[in-house]
T-cell receptor, first 114, second 113 residues
Framework: DVKVTQSSRYLVKRTGEKVFLECVQD?????MFWYRQDPGLGLRLIYF???????EKGDIPEGYSVSREKKERFSLILESASTNQTSMYLC?????????????FGPGTRLLVL | DQQVKQNSPSLSVQEGRISILNCDYT??????FLWYKKYPAEGPTFLIS?????DKNEDGRFTVFLNKSAKHLSLHIVPSQPGDSAVYFC????????????FGTGTRLTVIP
């Protein structure tokens, strides 16, 4: 059973703060993803990683960076939080390399930036 | 540009009846399609998938139909149960690339007891 955990369920931060969101998976999956979910917009891909120290921009990378130093851990960093980054952040993983893969999601982090 | 579209933001169905959720896509390179279910304050959970080489896949009460010529897929839930009330996301994956998924905007299903 795939387990994806996220460091916080709820976070409240102030504008300008640096914010770290962490995702950990226990299934040895190659691929890891960060999405944000906003009402009426569905899930939008921020960044993904297909290997340690590798990263690729998704559809909305502006204002975010990521770090993958270990295979099981993928961090999303908001360098200087802004109110328009208030959202639900979702981490996902997939096996990698096989194509036609299912992604498995963590429980999400609801971030409020004041 | 939204490559995967769910044009119905919401759907209400009576318990025991069939729920039909629809999804359209524009990219002919998509070859794998998934449905996810999401409860409030939780992450999406995988429900069912279908490869482009099939036109139907069934898993218990859930069936997904794929019409490649129309670039349309649908999820049928029968019989619908109150616990099925959630937001359903359709997603699609292209043949090449890093296994990204492209998501629709979701349909909120309410099953009325």
């Amino acid at each position: 059973d795939v387990k994806v955990t996220q460091s916080s369920r709820y976070l409240v931060k102030r504008t300008g703060e640096k914010v770290f969101l962490e995702c950990v998976q226990d299934m040895d999956h190659e691929n890891m993803f960060w999405y944000r979910q906003d009402p009426g917009l569905g899930l939008r891909l921020i960044y993904f990683s297909y290997d340690v120290k590798m990263k690729e921009k998704g559809d909305i990378p502006e204002g975010y960076s990521v770090s993958r130093e270990k295979k099981e851990r993928f961090s999303l960093i908001l360098e200087s939080a802004s109110t328009n980054q208030t959202s639900m952040y979702l981490c996902a993983t997939s096996i990698g390399g096989a194509g036609q893969e299912t992604q498995y999601f963590g429980p999400g982090t609801r971030l409020l930036v004041l | 540009d939204q490559q995967v579209k769910q044009n119905s933001p919401s759907l209400s169905v009576q318990e025991g009846r069939i729920s039909i959720l629809n999804c359209d896509y524009t990219n002919s390179m998509f070859d794998y399609f998934l449905w996810y279910k999401k409860y409030p304050a939780e992450g999406p959970t995988f429900l069912i998938s279908i490869s482009s080489i099939k036109d139907k896949n069934e898993d218990g009460r859930f069936t997904v139909f794929l019409n490649k010529s129309a670039k349309h897929l649908s999820l049928h839930i029968v019989p619908s149960q109150p616990g099925d009330s959630a937001v359903y996301f359709c997603a699609a994956s292209p043949q090449t690339g890093a296994n990204n998924l492209f998501f629709g905007t979701g349909t909120r299903l309410t099953v009325i007891p």
